[in-house]
């Protein structure tokens, strides 16, 4: 059975780069690998997704490594309303849908 | 578009009553999902649905009923209420038809259940 871990929580300030990563084994070869946005008080909203090497969209990057075994969302200058939990989500190999436990990112002024 | 609505917002229930989640989303998508979040932990699936006329058990479907209505529109029952089942229920619908499929879900606003 696939598992994901993240971490519980990070801190970070404005205009800074954050990484999140999620490790993930056990993962189907041919699906991919899906991030996840939750304000408090909302349902999660997509923000990225990609099979391998580097996805990048208008607010973040996925990069993922050729064994597949984690990912990691990058969040070029982030703000104070980026301020949110994060989550991975993958498929494993019995395509059962797998999400992370969620990251509670934090942004200070 | 409405993207992906749910009814009723907030409801509380006493332990042992029945109630019914209502879900529809105007996108076409083939998929369908259940979760349920409790405070401060991650998505739990519940029960999905593939296709019109399909339905499959999640990663805790016990207590719980769903019925793929149409393309539409899925609902999941509580036929007896417990204190265990207070939590966050978000539906969700996906393009894709295979239903475990990781392609993008777009998620409703959630409604947020307390069982005395």
């Known amino acids: 059975l696939a598992k994901t871990t993240q971490p519980i929580s990070m801190d970070s300030y404005e205009g800074q780069e954050v990484n999140i990563t999620c490790s993930h084994n056990?993962?189907?070869?041919?699906?991919?690998i899906t991030w996840y946005q939750q304000f408090p008080s909302q349902g999660p909203r997509f923000i990225i997704q990609g099979y391998k090497t580097k996805v990048t969209n208008e607010v973040a990057s996925l990069f993922i490594p050729a064994d597949r075994k984690s990912s990691t969302l990058s969040l070029p200058r982030v703000s104070l309303s980026d301020t949110a939990v994060y989550y991975c989500?993958?498929?494993?190999?019995?395509?059962?849908?797998?999400w992370g436990a969620g990251t509670k990112l934090i942004i200070k002024p | 578009n409405a993207g992906v609505t749910q009814t009723p917002k907030f409801q509380v229930l006493k332990t042992g009553q029945s109630m019914t989640l209502q879900c529809a989303q105007d996108m076409n998508h083939n998929s369908m999902y259940w979760y349920r979040q409790d405070p401060g932990m991650g998505l739990r699936l519940i029960y999905y649905s593939a296709s019109e006329g399909t339905t499959d058990k999640g990663e805790v479907p016990n207590g719980y009923n769903v019925s793929r209505l149409n393309k539409r529109e899925f609902s999941l029952r509580l036929e007896s209420a417990a204190p265990s089942q207070t939590s966050v229920y978000f539906c969700?619908?996906?393009?894709?038809?295979?239903?475990?499929?990781?392609?993008?879900?777009?998620f409703g606003p959630g409604t947020r259940l307390t069982v005395l």
């Open positions: 969700a619908s996906s393009e894709g038809d295979r239903g475990t499929h990781t392609d993008t879900q777009y």
């Open positions: 989500l993958v498929g494993d190999k019995d395509y059962q849908l797998i």
């Open positions: 056990n993962i189907a070869t041919n699906d991919y």
